[in-house]
């Protein structure tokens, strides 16, 4: 098959079609015909040699994707044959096939669409584990949430507001704020022209964000601490800004304040299990009733597969972008 990996650290340009084997499914796993797959940061982060697949791992690119189940390994149910699955994969999406763990898998809802399909599993998995697993939201408490014109933060409002929080989410363009309020966000801040530590305060009347969901990294993670409330805690996702940060520890413990931060690829297999156990049970349901979907801004196929990157990197994008084989 033909599939698309980097050739070289670099930038989007060292994406290239190559030839890889068609992969064959182990025990627990299916082989999926691609029907789309979502693209992420964590792609760019391969791309430019920041983080590498695990030992073993096909070294074509690609963290999500909804497909067709063409075959299956040992122990899995024959009943899956032809059935769609959306899966997070710990690499191999930028293909025409690719296999899949069944248990970090979940049947598609007959509501969504294929490409909103791929543009999920990445998303439930990260938001899931780090707003409701580390950050501890819970219902009535105020989240803080960055990026969120992203693929990771629009679904992190919709997430936080079925939970029961009031959600504040920052931008960089205004005319993005009517659909994250659609999307659930109780109060829209651009950040290129407002101060967010102030603007949250406000809102919450002095109080501050429970919960802090970062991906810029820098200095804004001295920012955000004064932006929450007593025993808040923050959460990193990404270091747009660079990942070296200053914090003050006396502020942290006479606040009782919590740093937190994870990626998704090193977790283990069973940690991933039992993730997907949590998010079919919690997440699913409201994935099915249209309360939560992924709002993707375009598709590209796989060939343009540096566009795609390019685009991601610009900083523009508002949702998810979507391969489609």
Not at 98 to 113: E, N, Y
């Amino acid at each position: 098959m033909r599939a698309i990996i980097a050739r070289d650290p670099g930038n989007a340009s060292v994406l290239t079609m190559a030839d890889r084997p068609v992969p064959e499914p182990a025990a627990g796993e299916v082989l999926l015909r691609v029907l789309a797959a979502g693209i992420n940061r964590p792609d760019i982060m391969q791309r430019q040699g920041i983080s590498k697949p695990a030992p073993g791992v096909t070294d074509v690119l690609g963290l999500e994707v909804c497909g067709e189940v063409v075959a299956c390994g040992p122990g899995v149910e024959e009943s899956l044959l032809g059935r769609r699955l959306m899966s997070l994969v710990p690499g191999g999406g930028y293909a025409p096939w690719c296999v899949a763990a069944v248990d970090h898998s979940f049947l598609v809802p007959a509501g969504l669409s294929d490409i909103e399909a791929a543009a999920l599993p990445e998303g439930l998995f990260t938001v899931w584990h780090n707003l409701f697993e580390l950050g501890r939201l819970r219902m009535g408490e105020t989240v803080l949430v960055h990026g969120a014109a992203g693929g990771i933060g629009t679904l992190a409002i919709q997430m936080a507001h079925a939970a029961g929080a009031t959600v504040i989410a920052t931008a960089s363009d205004e005319t993005r704020f009517a659909e994250l309020n659609a999307l659930g966000a109780d109060a829209a801040i651009c950040w290129p022209t407002t101060d967010f530590v102030q603007a949250c305060l406000d809102y919450t009347e002095g109080r501050g964000a429970d919960v802090v969901l970062d991906v810029v990294g820098g200095d804004y993670v001295r920012r955000n601490l004064q932006a929450m409330a007593f025993g808040g805690r923050h959460v990193s996702l990404s270091f747009m800004q660079g990942s070296a940060v200053q914090v003050e520890l006396l502020t942290l413990m006479q606040r009782q304040l919590s740093l937190h931060s994870s990626t998704m690829r090193p977790q283990t297999r069973q940690e991933k299990t039992r993730m997907a156990q949590r998010i079919g049970h919690h997440v699913m349901p409201l994935i099915k009733r249209g309360r939560i979907k992924p709002r993707v801004h375009r598709t590209f196929s796989l060939e343009d597969a540096a566009a795609s990157h390019e685009m991601l990197e610009s900083g523009k994008v508002f949702g998810k972008l979507v391969l489609t084989p």
